[in-house]
């Protein structure tokens, strides 16, 4: 198998249908089909399922197409460092939990990657999707957080999707909310504080449950709000007495000081870390990104 034909498979996937991957790629259709035969051969396996919808990858093929991914990536990567041909552009993608400190390391990334041509992608998300789309390949990384609450049941799925999951640094669950907020001023809080007011959460869509939630604890509430947005999440906070539960790390400069964090008692523990490929290891622009994921934990928190 030979790395165009990796690349025909992966831009075959990306347009949905061999007519406009063929188009995009210059290559006659008749050349595609043939290249995805060939390696679905030599596989043993059908890697697409054609209709006359076009060409949609099959579970077999989803794994595949995802390492395949990996390894064209890779070897842009080394091109782009010891070769003396350019090629298309370098490519880093995360997905994310709703972390201000993730942010601003992605900032830092797209600071270094220089003038040349670069494709970035922040993908702030729900817990599945990060899952998903570290598994496919389609991120580099994915950033999130282990508890005793979901390590069970998110350990689970992590092992299924041959994932690792590599700690940053560990946080005590805090409340966010408006400094005018009733509770602002307190040293500490419990859940039954919080019971009276408006609990805002990130949707998870199908995977609405305490294992995949973006929060560490849920308190009991008689008001719920549930945003994708976390500019509307804190514009929400900052208009009414609801509130959050995250890490704590949380910019003080961010709302010019409008939000603050007020740890829960509760005895539980957030393991805020990343999850990659088994057996795959960080690139530079990896290794830069997780630097400036520890530096601004240790800024904000």
């Given amino acids: ?40 051969r030599e596989l043993g396996f059908s890697l697409f399922t054609r209709g006359n919808t076009g060409a949609t ?20 990567n080394l091109e782009r460092r010891y070769g003396g041909n350019q090629p298309e ?5 995360v997905s994310s939990h709703h972390f201000t400190f993730v942010e601003r390391a992605f900032l ?19 817990t599945q999707q990060i899952i998903d ?63 009276p007011y408006p609990q805002l959460s990130f949707v998870q869509g199908a995977y609405e449950s305490s294992a995949f939630s973006e929060e560490p604890l849920w308190a009991p509430s008689a008001k719920t709000v549930k945003v994708s947005d976390r500019g509307f999440a804190t514009s929400f906070m900052l208009h009414s007495d609801a509130y959050t539960v995250t890490s704590g790390v949380y910019p003080e400069f961010l709302q010019r000081g409008a939000i603050t964090a007020v740890p829960i008692r509760s005895g539980e523990r957030m393991h805020i870390g990343y999850v990659m490929p088994r057996g795959l290891t960080l690139d530079a622009i990896g290794e830069a990104f997780v630097a400036a994921m520890k530096l601004y934990a240790k800024v904000e928190g």
């Fill in 133 to 195: 789309d570290v598994a496919r390949c389609d991120s580099d990384l994915g950033v999130m957080y282990l508890s005793r609450a979901n390590e069970g049941a998110v350990g689970r799925v992590l092992d299924r999707n041959k994932l690792e999951f590599y700690e940053l640094f560990e946080a005590v669950p805090h409340v966010f909310l408006r400094f005018g907020h009733p509770l602002a001023g307190r040293e500490s809080v419990s859940l039954d504080d919080l019971y």
């Fill in 57 to 76: 990858p099959t579970k077999e093929g989803m794994e595949f197409l995802g390492r395949a991914r990996q390894v064209v990536l890779q070897m842009d």
């Fill in 89 to 93: 552009g370098m490519r880093f993608a």
């Fill in 1 to 40: 198998m030979t790395l165009q034909q990796m690349r025909y498979m992966l831009k075959i996937a990306e347009t949905g249908s061999m007519v406009a991957a063929s188009r995009v790629l210059s290559v006659s259709q008749p050349s595609l089909s043939e290249a995805v035969s060939v390696v679905e």
């Fill in 108 to 126: 830092d990334v797209a600071q270094q990657v220089g003038s040349g041509r670069f494709d970035l992608v922040l993908n702030e998300t729900q």
